[in-house]
């Protein structure tokens, strides 16, 4: 636990303007970002008596061990700035709304030549209109099947449009009239582009045009006696008007809006928000947060403000936000929307009329979300802090591990051997820090050794981006600007590398686990001695009895079956060992799928496909001469006497059986670095055994 006074600016140093300060602790990691219109007073409170800090702010100031600053010209690029930095950075005791679930939009795909109405899900795709999002993928599609009888736009996947142009004919939607059928001609380019823009026109909350339109042609072909088409216009005006029912008016002065709520106690808050667009719910979502920081409610909006429109632009952040309450200061969070959206934004409380009592109903769906989550993970935190404490007490560790990484060895028999590193923080797997191996030291199956050669690995790149940092610091600056200049090259080169990512291999665990028995861990633990790293604890978890083995001790520690310490590192475990054995199966299938070329230096995927668009098949590139083969673009007489000598040292390939009528299939379809297998046919199943991870004692 540091002192703060011990890393405390001098007043005169901190600049009395706007600006964004990074809190970093002692390995160099950022836990805080925050933001402040003048940055000598904000970071002046941090550093008072302890005992007059929030509980939480108290745990941030002492796990810190550093405070910088960047000074800015206006509160809105503050702002900016600190979206970024959390976004880089994930600082531990910053606010981070989180969900269990991707929510699905409705898509209309505009920037593709015959554009695809579709459901997507994850990061948005620039050129794609989008609407939602909505909680249930079906409820998207109820609406698509029923606007498909007036707007018959495609929504057909690349590979069945591309067949239906090969064929000729359409898919069923083309013959049952829900759909345009561009495919096949019916249809000009810009014809199915007009018709995908009056979908996201009706989608927009434009619907009043599109129902008047098409009662007045129904009038006029009743008149006509065109009594067919009226009631083919009937049934599409029916249509339409059962899809806005799905969507029930909510304000009727056809507001676009959002509205977001919020329900918080002590520990976490749930930010609920409506999408509001044509006086219609076009769309929900919601988060879930812990409050890690003293936050207040106008906090806790800005924050959601940010995570909901750090990405978007123009209409996408509609003319109106209304909140349960205003961040303060209002100013710069309403100028950013505004320049977000490209015109005013106004950011209010509702008081009166439909808005207001749309915001209680927003409201109580926040509360209800909290009080599911608290169903779900209330003792998820409570669980998590007794597993690693009692982690902690089995192996006599001086605190509770905050960071585990675990590492485990996958093969096949001693071929294609790899290793996993998986990280968990606070108790929660850390994706973004997963690392994997290839065993290079060494040919076959040997656990222990591969154990120690990647334990090695991994704590010398530690070691040597504390090297590189301490080479920094031992320079003897020329001038205060320099030194001002090295500090700052010193924190950046332990944090980042040079594109500034984070190191791969920068920040060290608590605890090292190995998914094996006392050989593994006495391997993983002479490892670490060689490299004269001596505050890391190392314990192994088998499988067999779920025994905990700990270094230079005969027998395990032996962890009750209901202990939450023993369920955790199970967890970890196995998480380990599904990474190793995905990356295991990867490497295997990459080789059964090696070929001849594949061994030739300096012949890529490119240069491949050329060799086999211009003869056909791999059996007539290995029938080619020097001469012919140098025809092909791009192909020098090097290469191409490399080829030749690759085909002529591979062993020829066994012609491939159907196993149902015997009959031996022709490899004119072959394909370079593939082999043919009979239809459900695994080329690594028969015969061949499972995957086995290190020997356990």
């Known amino acids: 636990m540091a002192d703060p006074s011990s890393y405390r600016p001098k007043p005169g140093q901190i600049p009395d303007s706007p600006g964004v300060y990074r809190f970093r602790d002692e390995h160099r990691r950022v836990i805080y970002v925050g933001k402040a219109k003048s940055l000598r007073q904000r970071l002046a409170n941090y550093f008072q008596d302890l005992a007059h800090l929030h509980p939480r702010t108290r745990t941030m100031v002492t796990t810190a061990a550093s405070v910088e600053w960047t000074v800015v010209s206006t509160e809105v690029e503050a702002l900016q700035l600190e979206y970024s930095w959390i976004k880089e950075f994930d600082p531990r005791f910053n606010v981070k709304y989180r969900d269990d679930k991707s929510y699905p939009y409705l898509a209309v795909t505009m920037n593709e030549e015959f554009p ?42 690349k590979g069945v449009f591309k067949n239906a142009e090969r064929t ?57 006696m065109e009594y067919e088409r009226a009631a083919r216009l009937r049934d599409d005006i029916e249509a339409l008007k059962k899809a806005m029912e799905k969507s029930a008016v909510v304000l009727t002065d056809a507001t676009d809006a959002d509205l977001v709520a919020l329900a918080e106690d002590e520990l976490e808050a749930a930010v609920q928000i409506f999408h509001v667009r044509g006086g219609r719910v076009r769309g929900q979502r919601g988060w879930v947060t812990d409050k890690v920081e003293a936050v207040t409610s106008g906090d806790l909006v800005e924050h959601a403000l940010q995570q909901l429109y750090g990405e978007e632009t123009g209409d996408a952040v509609p003319k109106e936000v209304l909140v349960p309450a205003l961040p303060d200061p209002l100013e710069p969070v309403q100028a ?3 320049e977000r959206r490209g015109s005013n934004v106004s950011l209010r409380i509702p008081q009166r009329g439909d808005k207001k009592a749309l915001m209680e109903t927003v409201h109580r769906n926040a509360q209800q979300a909290l009080v599911l989550h608290k169903t779900k993970r209330a003792s998820d935190l409570t669980t998590r802090s007794r597993a690693l404490e009692e982690i902690a007490g089995a192996l006599d560790l001086d605190s509770a591990p905050l960071r585990i990484e675990c590492y485990d060895i996958s093969h096949l028999q001693g071929d294609d051997v790899v290793a996993s590193m998986v990280v968990f923080e606070d108790g929660l797997a850390r994706k973004s820090e997963y690392r994997r191996f290839e065993i290079k030291g060494f040919e076959g199956q040997d656990d222990v050794r591969s154990m120690h050669e990647v334990i090695t690995r991994r704590f010398k790149r530690y070691l040597a981006a504390q090297e590189k940092s301490r080479d920094w610091s031992d320079e003897e600056p020329a ?35 190995v998914d094996g028995g006392q050989p593994q861990v006495a391997a993983a633990k002479r490892a670490l001695d060689e490299l004269g790293i001596d505050d890391i604890a190392v314990c192994g978890l088998a499988k067999r009895l779920e025994e905990v083995w700990v270094p230079d001790e005969e027998d395990p520690v032996v962890l009750p079956r209901t202990s939450e310490g023993l369920y955790l590192l199970q967890r970890v475990r196995d998480e380990a060992h599904r990474f190793a054995i995905t990356y295991q199966r990867t490497k295997r299938a990459k080789r059964f799928r090696a070929g001849p070329l594949d061994e030739v230096p300096g012949l890529g995927d490119s240069r491949k496909q050329a060799l086999l668009k211009h003869f056909g098949s791999v059996k007539r590139l290995r029938a080619a001469t020097i001469d ?22 591979a062993a020829p390939a066994a012609p491939a059986v159907n196993t149902a009528t015997g009959e031996i299939i022709e490899d004119e379809d072959e394909t370079a670095g593939t082999t043919d297998v009979p239809t459900g046919g695994d080329p690594v199943s028969a015969g061949a055994p499972e995957e086995r991870r290190g020997q356990e004692p």
């Open 116 to 157: 695809r109405v579709q459901v997507m899900r994850g990061q948005k795709k620039k050129g794609v209109r989008y609407f939602g999002p909505y909680g249930h993928a079906w409820a998207i599609r109820d609406t698509v099947d029923l606007l498909l009888r007036v707007f018959p736009v495609r929504t057909c996947s």
């Open 168 to 224: 000729g004919r359409p898919c069923l939607l083309g013959y049952i009239g829900k759909c345009s059928a561009p495919c096949v001609g019916r249809v000009t380019p810009d014809e199915h582009r007009e018709l995908a823009e009056e979908f996201c026109d009706f989608m927009a909350g434009r619907t009043g045009t599109y129902i008047r339109r098409l009662e007045k042609d129904m009038a006029s072909a009743a008149d006509e």
């Open 336 to 338: 950013w929307l505004t």
């Open 479 to 513: 001038s205060a600007e320099a030194a001002e200049a090295v500090d700052e090259e010193v924190v950046e080169s332990r944090l980042t590398e040079d594109d500034g990512r984070p190191k791969k291999f920068a920040y060290p665990p608590q605890l090292v686990v």
């Open 628 to 649: 012919q083969i140098c025809e092909v673009p791009g192909i020098g007489r090097k290469t191409a006497e490399a080829i030749v000598a690759a085909f002529a040292q």
